[in-house]
């Protein structure tokens, strides 16, 4: 989906948050990536494929992975 120069990164990945928002709604809590990630206020997550990341606080994963 991502067509910015050095794209995004995908759903799949631990930074997947890092894409770019594409369209937000803070009346509603989320915004959508465009990874095609929806990103809610709480930091829970619904992925392209209907996974959901349960909402989560503290230090990115991937930061933690070093």
Known sequence: ???HQKSCPSAEAVDREAARIVATF?????SLLCNGVIVFE???ELL???????P???PAVHALAA
């Open 1 to 3: 989906m991502c067509q």
């Open 26 to 30: 803070p009346e509603q809590g989320w």
């Open 42 to 44: 709480d930091t829970g």
């Open 48 to 54: 392209p494929d209907g996974r959901t990341i349960a």
């Open 56 to 58: 989560h606080r503290g």
